[in-house]
């Protein structure tokens, strides 16, 4: 039985977390929950699966929670203090870490740093802190195993070849919702339109970065801390079908693909089954029912982003944090209906041309980086100048 | 330094098993080196290799290849007894069985009993018998390689797997030369349109093969053997650009593929090189180049041989063993011009009718299996009734 945490248990991972528990009741026991601010649905949360403690991240809503679980045995805590604490409980195996942004950083390292088995959702992270990340894995022996389908993917085709002989890997993306509209139409297109992703259905954060293609500017950044591969050997290929979820050429020439159903309940059950394979409910992948697979090569031109991510990758340092924290910030503004979504690009890419870049930073300097991109996307969306 | 021994070096396996040693000079070391009666080439072969000993399977053809290496310090052998002691000479790592049909089965044994990597590109043994192969590996603590493109990566894929949790293997096949040529037109083709596989260049035999779906009712065959998985969780998936080698799906619902150029040179090294990957100087498999890859489902009403293959495979016994002569008998008659290309089935469906199966045969009631179905396609083929 593996006693297991969720880190935002109430977000779309989170919840296709507990459900793949709720399939495998004799493998998984539920031992802490936590959320940011969806009280209701936590407490419910608490009560199916009675965990040693749960955890609210907003501060604001720790008495809400306390009164809706009146009674409870269940520990309740609550803020960031609150969550990291949860992360770094005792007798637990796994932390899955399926709390969106920045936010997750502080709990995964608390994680890493008691040797846990970390399931990893949260792709800001790895983008802000990878190389921290993995250091400090290094030092505490522990295992991060991604669940983002297309890592999962990657770390799936690695299995059996001690991930030796990489020659590329290769990174597929669906082309995201916007992939067949021409760029020149993307001013006139509605938020509905924009959030309309063909392929995944997923929180509205990532909806957006699909749509600018950021999504997979991140998973390059992702992909060269998981598994030590510099930028250049990491190609984007576009895969509209998103049957193969990802792919590793090696040296000899040999290509392997992980191919699957979009559905996420997939690489979350496999970072928390592994080494072995579990049974599951869900449909098979009819290959001859899809009748075909089509390859395109990415348009940086279109969605510059993906030139961002490159970049960013190459450069390494706080640029990756950067990258992430200007995209979250313009995203939220988009979201909020107070920032057009083609400026997406353009702010980001002031806010990096803008940064002075430090090498090897500390935690401390990424938060810093992290926060001064943020206070950058505010200024310029209220028209002032950016001060490097 | 690996010392290897390559059965059949003149054929299209063994010439490019070859080609692999040249490129990795380093890493293989030619100690043994068989033909069956092409003595120019294998005297050739011989000066550039210099291996301890060489054998000619004809024995005819042993005095002209005396004659050609008169002098040299390389021990001769003939016979098939001569090419069971290559497979079975001391101070060997591993043995590439590139003998076509039934001939290897000796040699394949030889170097299994003298607990060998077996790189085994020979389909044929594993059909006869299976069942008796494994056991011998086992008690031997022989390993076999798969080498045939479709078996290599159903091993590649099982790879970091333990071979456990199996749903599915999609056995893949391009359809062969006559796959969108309707059945009523096989009468009239000529053997040229019949042998002009779209994918692969090989041997005669395999490409008449490959044009009946025989080829592929043997793989089912052989799967099931090599891996242990009933037949009925091996399914055979008609994919014309040849570009997935096989999959294997998973109890979770993920497939892992194995892709590549057709080229036999990579399932060839990484038979040579396993569990290790060496660079190659091949073409990179370019996905975005094909642009799409597609998937249909067999049509066993036009090509009966592969419901022959289901047949063979989930009665087991001496029946896969007549299935494999049948054809091999057919197919001989059919390059000499002496069967109609459209009696190839037939004539093997009256054979297998005629059949008693023999469950867990010994290798001698194996042999006589294929001797009788041998007798009996001869028979046919000259108007005489079949004697079961």
Known sequence: ???????????????????????????????????????????????????????????GSSLKLKGLLDGSPTRLLAGEEGVVELASMDGVDQVIVAITGAAALKPALGAIREGRIVGLANKETLVMAGELMMEEARKHQAKILPIDSEHSAIFQCLEGNSGQGIRRILLTTSGGPLKDIPAERFGSLSKTQIMDHPRWKMGPKITVDSATMMNKALEIIEARSLFGVPSEKIEVVVHPEAVVHSMVEFVDGSVMAQLGITDMRLPIQYAMSYPRRLSSSLPALDLVAFGR??????????????????????????????????????????????????????????????????????LAQILEADAWAHEQVTELRHGKEVAG
């Not at 793949?20 to 699966?49: I, K, T």
């Not at 939220?332 to 803008?354: H, M, N, Y």
């Open 293 to 362: 697979l089509t390859f395109e090569p990415p348009n940086p031109a279109k969605f510059p982003c993906l030139t961002f991510g490159v970049e960013a990758a190459r450069a390494g340092g706080t640029l990756p944090a950067v990258l992430n924290a200007a995209n979250e910030a313009a995203v939220a503004a988009f979201l909020k209906d107070s920032l057009p979504f083609t400026q997406i690009p353009s702010l980001i890419e002031r806010v990096l041309g803008a940064h002075r870049n430090t090498a090897h930073p500390t």
């Open 1 to 59: 039985m593996k006693r297991i945490v969720v880190l935002g248990s109430t977000g779309s991972i989170g919840l296709n977390t507990l459900n793949v528990v709720r399939e495998h009741p004799e493998e998984f026991q539920v031992v802490g929950l936590s959320a940011w601010d969806n009280a209701e649905r936590l407490c419910e949360q608490v009560r199916e699966f009675k965990p040693r403690a749960a955890a609210i991240g907003r501060e």
